[in-house]
């Protein structure tokens, strides 16, 4: 550079004006911007491995395709296949977070997904016990670590009062030894909602739960997980679409008096007429 | 000389994997396709530990500069 502008061979003025319009389409690289770079194309690398692996003979990723279309086009396979069911309410939150913030570290948490797979799970989580009184009441019953769900309070506005005469062995032992077969939907299902409830059904994915902030993507990865994920998801699928409807029931009065709740509760405990609850 | 200058002098230019890596993958008229994405995996991935060795590496010194207390030197450079 010192051999353009030194002053015994002065450099004509048009040709400095060239160079300095050069100049400022440069900018210094940075360690940082370096990283960046490098960085968005072993995410892409990685997705196009995820799709070349698990689907050798699917639509390929497209080369123009950034890292995260070419993730969200390899599960969209997976959802096709049906091997799980993908968690899309995670993904969109953190992609909408990244859109939000660019500059936040929300592109890192969403590509954590392409170690770990983003399966949705099932257990009961503090969001369903806030959107579902029910829930909150029949985790109470059946599994210790909930039974501060509930209060004296919320019980007592719910016309409940039996509950506390009842320990959890007892209740689960109930459950256990009753035909609820001929009850109407969803009350049929209640054995697999208890099991749910008291995360004791032996699936993996019906038995764990996904919090915020104490959920890590690698819990299960593509590597050393998928195909316990996807047998997990063979017995799993018919009890989803029935916690899914248990819901639906329930959200059906969450605002009035709690009758669904207190019928949830009374077939429970043996207390409701008109079914064979007692295996009898 | 300023000790941590003179330390800093003494560092030999480093040849940066990634920067070369970055130069081939940006020079090409179209992005890479799937079967060179695969390809050069290995070596985008060994480039990216490289450079986060690195950063890691960088950002310890420039902690430490910067928890230096001042100190004034003998000849301050023109202009100030």
């Known amino acids: ?77 997976v959802s096709a296949k049906d091997w799980f069911e993908v968690d899309w309410e995670v993904l969109d939150e953190l992609y909408n977070c990244w859109l939000n913030d660019p500059e936040g570290s929300y592109n890192e948490d969403l590509a954590a997904y392409l170690t770990g797979i983003p399966v949705k799970v099932y257990g009961f989580s503090e969001n369903d016990f806030e959107c579902y009184t029910g829930l909150r009441v029949l985790a109470a ?100 679409a029935h916690l899914e409807a248990f819901k639906e029931w329930l959200a059906e009065e969450e605002e009035v008096d709690g009758e669904k709740i207190r019928l949830m509760v009374d077939v429970l405990l043996g207390e409701q007429e008109g079914g064979d609850e007692d295996g009898e | 000389m300023n000790r941590v200058i003179a330390a800093l002098l003494t560092v030999k230019p480093r040849q940066i994997q990634a920067v070369e890596l970055l130069h081939r993958l940006y020079s090409r008229s179209t992005p890479p396709d799937t079967a060179t994405l695969l390809q050069m995996g290995p070596e985008i991935e060994a480039a990216l530990r490289d450079v986060q060795a690195l950063s890691g590496s960088t950002g310890k010194v420039v902690k430490r500069c910067l928890e230096l207390s001042a100190v004034p030197i003998q000849s301050p450079p023109n202009g100030f």
């Open chain 1, 1 to 77: 550079m010192s051999g353009i502008v030194r002053c015994a061979d002065p450099v004509p003025a048009e040709r400095l004006l060239r160079l300095g319009n050069a100049l400022r389409r440069l900018r210094p690289l940075t360690l940082g911007a370096v990283e960046g770079r490098i960085t968005e194309f072993c995410f892409k690398y990685q997705a196009v491995r995820l799709v070349e692996t698990h689907f050798p003979e699917g639509e390929r990723v497209n080369p123009r395709d950034d890292w995260d279309d070419a993730l969200f086009h390899f599960l969209r396979m």
């Open chain 1, 141 to 240: 019953m059946v599994n210790e670590a909930h039974s501060d769900q509930v209060s004296a309070d919320l019980l007592e506005d719910l016309g409940i009062y039996r509950i506390g005469a009842v320990t959890i062995e007892e209740t689960l032992e109930r459950v256990r030894a009753t035909d609820f077969s001929g009850r109407p939907e969803p009350l049929c299902w209640l054995p697999e909602m208890v099991g749910i409830a008291a995360a004791n059904t032996g699936n993996v994915l019906l038995d764990t739960t996904f919090e915020w902030g104490e959920w890590w993507p690698e819990f299960f990865t593509w590597a050393d997980d998928l195909e316990r994920v996807r047998a997990a998801w063979l017995e799993a699928k018919p009890v989803a």
